[in-house]
């Protein structure tokens, strides 16, 4: 592919999870008050309001939740058909990713999956799964 | 449970433009076609409206719709937020207008241009423009752009846990598709739809085909609410409000609610049921016909469960001989919907909420006391409920 796939624009709130991806780590933020994992990023826990938080780095285990195959309409910078997952974490939490490496009929619901950091032509890296070795 | 929204105000005018996939005309132009014809329909006089609500997605400024209608002094102007969860939003600010004495007649409205101008379909993009664009950051980076991706993950969850087919979301399509077939607005008029039909088009987003999507329509449509009482001395019918409220839940995201345990379900719609049930004194047996939020047909299998009408995982087989049908127990979207009439973000759907109060939908179905309306599915929401005066 030519085109680039769309890139995050980065704020307080989401820049810092994009930065540790660029370092191929997969962090799940989490609050240093209550040790509660949570995704997306936020700026304050749910659970306890507290604004400080850290994060932990997944070991990439996970499990497939749901997902989609994306026919139509077909964007620059993406290849189709495009396969989305919505992944449960072995830590907790979710991830919205793409799944690669799989035959379409090979796809099924709860199925473990693991996690890589993907890199594009033009160097920008976010974690997509493949089914588990 | 407040009662100040029960059978306090009425839908007495209500006014469409043609919907079509190429107006040829500005979306400000629709608006202000459609709102003069609500007004029109009502029977009352420009100068009299004093309230102005329509969705935050739309282009047309309340005030260049006041200035191109001709309308006078305005005392409530409002945009409600989240694409079609705004739809029984905007009658729920007029509803609290008309309640409150902040406005006697207020007219809701959307107008857009669908399909000619920006299409929905298309999906977000990277010159998306608003506060909530990291939230839409973490799927664009993926090509998880359009209102069909968002749905399809939410709906092949619901499938695995409950064993809906694909023919159940065709027959969703084609009950609706049989309405349009009455109704010369619709984009299905003179289009029949098999379940051979149905199978054999193209995959969009898996499970979702062609037709599981609602269409791209270029057209306006507005709502007059005033005050029951008003209503009554009106030309029309009026289409009493017996309940109507917003809804957002715990774990809530605009279209991806993707990280609550269990995603088989929509807590906003069950709190809007909740509400409109508590408000009216009504529940789902006295429910006659339903207009609800359709843009993708496994929207209503959901949405049957969360209002009641059966239990949770048998939407599939509630809808099997034909309950969405005329005869059948609960008909829905008897002017085709958002599926087969077209995609006025929901509007037109609580324009035939109001019809099938009136007796006038092209597909009137007999003794129509109660109709049930809802907002956007997998967006903060609303619902309400119109009756007979």
């Known amino acids: 592919m030519n085109a680039s796939r769309i890139k995050p624009p980065m704020t307080e709130d989401n820049g810092w999870w994009w930065e540790e991806v660029g370092r191929d780590r997969l962090p799940i933020q989490r609050c240093t008050a209550c040790s509660t994992l949570r995704h997306p990023p936020r700026p304050m826990c749910p659970r306890c309001r507290s604004m400080a938080w850290d994060f932990i780095e997944a070991a990439g285990r996970g499990t497939l939740f749901s997902y989609t195959v994306l026919h139509h309409p077909q964007f620059p910078g993406y290849d189709y058909p495009l396969t989305i997952a919505i992944v449960d974490l072995e830590e907790g939490g979710r991830i919205c990713t793409q799944l690669v490496d799989c035959e379409r009929d090979d796809i099924k619901i709860d199925m473990p999956l693991e996690m890589f950091i993907h890199e594009d032509a033009d160097g920008f890296k976010l974690p997509m799964c493949r089914p588990a070795a | ?389």
């Open chain 2, 1 to 389: 449970m407040s009662t100040a929204l029960h059978n306090t105000a009425a839908i007495a005018g209500i006014g469409q433009t043609t919907y079509s996939k190429c107006s040829g005309v500005s979306e400000l132009a629709l608006a202000c076609e459609a709102v003069s014809r609500a007004i029109d329909d009502a029977g009352i006089e420009p100068g009299e409206v004093d309230g102005l609500v329509t969705y935050t997605l739309d282009s047309s400024d309340e005030v260049e719709v006041a200035n191109s209608v001709g309308l006078g002094d305005l005392t409530l102007f409002s945009q409600i937020n989240y694409g079609g969860g705004a739809a029984v939003g905007l009658v729920h600010q007029a509803a609290m207008a008309v309640a409150t004495g902040s406005a006697k007649n207020v007219v809701v409205w959307r107008g857009m241009n669908g399909r000619s101008g920006k299409r929905m379909g298309q999906g977000v993009s990277g010159t998306i423009i608003s506060s909530d664009i990291i939230h839409w950051s973490w799927y664009m980076v993926y090509g998880m752009l359009t209102p069909a991706s968002w749905i399809a993950a939410f709906t092949t969850r619901y499938m695995h846990e409950y064993g809906a087919t694909s023919e159940d979301l065709g027959r969703i399509a084609i009950a609706q598709r049989k309405f349009a077939l009455n109704n010369p607005n619709a984009a299905g008029y003179g289009r029949p739809l098999t379940m051979d039909d149905y199978l054999a088009s193209r995959l969009v987003a898996e499970p979702l085909r062609l037709y599981d999507c609602c269409q791209e329509t270029d057209g306006g449509c507005a709502l007059l609410i005033t005050s029951v009482e008003h209503a009554r001395d009106l030309r029309q019918k009026p289409a009493v409000i017996r309940g109507v409220c917003q809804a957002s839940s715990r774990g809530q995201e605009q279209m991806t609610s993707f990280y609550r345990d269990d995603m088989t379900s929509l807590p906003e719609m069950e709190l809007a049921a909740r509400q409109v049930y508590a408000q009216s004194g009504l529940g789902p047996d006295d429910i006659d016909a339903a207009c609800l939020y359709d843009a993708f047909t496994s929207e209503i299998l959901v949405q049957l469960e969360a209002f009641g009408f059966c239990a949770r995982g048998e939407a599939k087989d509630f809808i099997a001989d034909g309950a969405l049908e005329i005869g059948g127990r609960l008909p829905n979207n008897t002017h085709g919907g958002l599926l087969s009439e077209g995609y006025i973000h929901g509007v037109n759907n609580i324009a035939e909420g109001a019809r099938l109060i009136r007796g006038t939908s092209c597909n009137q179905p007999e003794g129509v006391e109660h109709v049930l309306i809802s907002s956007g599915v997998g967006v903060p929401t609303g619902a309400m409920i119109l009756g007979q005066a």
